[in-house]
């Protein structure tokens, strides 16, 4: 089954640990994204990437990292946790459009709710 | 930089119709609309790309006026199962980020 991946689907923990939500899709595609959704705001890009090695900045990236080492994986990581990255998360997924003008389709995952005290 | 959708929440009786909008400031490429119910992943809709084609499929249905940065999604004849809140996601001409706005929340009654 096609499909989006995301770990954990919840999680709590404190300021200041480490942590890594993981994506992984199975259907080759070359865009992956992660956002964030709190109410009343939407959803916020944090960072997405074209390909393999190549990523880029949404428009809320300040406390993440992510990284893109195989097609399939795109994990997003929080050095540092605060309380105001209690969010909903979602990564995504797409095929480029016909001649790589474009993202098609989103894919989306889950979502992995995140609480920081 | 999140497009501007309008209205934020609309309260429809089931057959009436709707229009949401949505604008940006910048020069797009594409238009995304998805569709969110509570508690679950957005599900998408229909892409719009640059040149003002108009998709739709069954009763929803959008257009895209790239000359005004603009689309609007139509719903006609309203279903139950149409409730949720509705996204438009903006790809500018420039690059490969899609930015989508607050969402506008639909509820369908009896």
């Known amino acids: 089954e096609a499909q989006v991946t995301q770990n954990p689907r919840y999680l709590i923990t404190v300021t200041g640990k480490k942590l890594t939500v993981t994506c992984s899709q199975n259907m080759n595609h070359e865009y992956m994204s992660w956002y964030r959704q709190d109410p009343g705001l939407g959803l916020r890009q944090i960072y997405y990437?074209?390909?393999?090695?190549?990523?880029d900045k949404g428009d809320v990236p300040e406390g993440y990292k992510v990284s893109r080492k195989e097609k399939r994986n795109f994990p997003l990581i929080l050095e540092s946790p605060s309380p105001n990255q209690t969010s909903l998360y979602f990564c995504?997924?797409?095929?480029?459009?016909?001649?790589?003008?474009?993202?098609?389709?989103?894919?989306f995952g889950e979502g992995s709710r995140l609480t920081v005290l | 930089q999140q497009p501007v959708q309008s209205p934020q929440a609309v309260i429809l009786r089931e057959g009436e119709d709707a229009v949401i909008n949505c604008s940006s400031s910048?020069?797009?490429?594409?238009v995304h609309w998805y569709r969110q119910k509570h508690g679950e992943a957005p599900v998408f809709l229909m892409i719009l790309l640059k040149g003002g084609e108009q998709k739709g499929h069954e009763k929803i249905s959008a257009s895209f006026n790239e000359k005004k940065q603009q689309s609007s999604l139509y719903l006609t004849a309203s279903q139950l199962s149409y409730s949720g809140t509705y996204f438009c996601g903006t790809e500018a001409d420039s690059g490969y980020a899609l930015n989508f706005g607050k969402g506008t929340s639909l509820l369908v009654t009896p």
């Open positions: 910048k020069a797009l490429y594409s």
């Open positions: 995504a997924s797409s095929l480029f459009l016909q001649g790589g003008l474009g993202t098609g389709e989103l894919f």
């Open positions: 990437s074209m390909n393999v090695e190549v990523t």
